[in-house]
């Protein structure tokens, strides 16, 4: 399956984003979706998870009660909706998509989209 995230951006604390991940390739519905997130000179970090029905999610705490992770099977779409956006939350985010249930670690996602930067301003 192929991943294009996109809806990156320079925001201002406080504010919003929301970040789309299109998929193409293979039944969407097949994989679980995650969003990670990398800043430079640090591992790729786990922020949120979905089920392939979207029935199940879990978030990273540093996220928890701000982000929403969601997807739409019918359009083949993954969302990350961003609230309350913080300076620290400044990095570059990559959907990815695996075969199974609930995975935290990178290296248990098979498929990458290629990163959109979000940057929050104080």
């Known amino acids: 399956v192929q991943l294009q995230a996109s809806g990156g951006g320079l925001v201002q604390a406080g504010g919003s984003l929301r970040l789309s991940c299109a998929a193409s390739g293979r039944t969407f519905s097949y994989y679980a979706m995650g969003w990670f997130r990398q800043t430079p000179g640090k591992e790729r970090e786990f922020v949120a998870y979905?089920?392939?029905?979207?029935?199940?999610?879990n978030y990273a705490d540093s996220v928890k009660g701000r982000f929403t992770i969601s997807r739409d099977n019918a359009k083949n779409t993954a969302y990350l909706q961003m609230n309350s956006l913080k300076p620290e939350d400044t990095a570059v985010y990559y959907c990815?998509?695996?075969?199974?249930?609930?995975?935290?670690?990178?290296?248990?996602?098979?498929?990458w989209g290629q990163g959109t930067l979000v940057t929050v301003s104080s």
């Open positions: 990815a998509a695996r075969r199974g249930g609930y995975g935290v670690r990178p290296q248990e996602y098979e498929y």
């Open positions: 979905t089920s392939w029905s979207g029935g199940s999610q």
